[in-house]
Nanobody
Framework: QVQLVESGGGLVQAGGSLRLSCAAS????????MGWYRQAPGKERELVAA???????NYADPVKGRFTISRDNTKNTVDLQMNSLKPEDTAIYYCNARVMGLPRSDSWGQGTQVTVSS
């Protein structure tokens, strides 16, 4: 089981930027999809952005044009650059590593808090 450790969260004013990083304890090459999810108080966890092993990306509509996900298989990291942050981006952000198959296998980090003040 891979260990995922997130970093880079914090408090920022609206319009500001943060860069989240997820470091894996081993190679991420085998993971079909690496992603970032978030969970705000009282809400369900939702996908923010994902990147496949082939480099394809997918973004949730609310973050398109503002967030960028990147994956480095040599450093075993997945980063999320967040620009033009809004108060509604406030949440705990979780890193996810997924192996597609039957059954599907998911690994999660412990989460990092992002708070955007208005």
């Amino acid at each position: 089981q891979v260990q995922l450790v997130e970093s880079g969260g914090g408090l920022v004013q609206a319009g500001g930027s943060l860069r989240l990083s997820c470091a894996a304890s081993g190679s991420i090459f085998r993971f079909n999809v690496m992603g970032w999810y978030r969970q705000a108080p009282g809400k369900e966890r939702e996908l923010v952005a994902a990147v496949t092993s082939g480099g394809g990306t997918n973004y949730a509509d609310p973050v398109k044009g503002r967030f960028t996900i990147s994956r480095d298989n040599t450093k075993n990291t997945v980063d999320l650059q967040m620009n033009s942050l809004k108060p509604e981006d406030t949440a705990i952000y979780y890193c996810n590593a997924r192996v597609m198959g039957l059954p599907r296998s998911d690994s999660w980090g412990q989460g990092t808090q992002v708070t955007v003040s208005s």
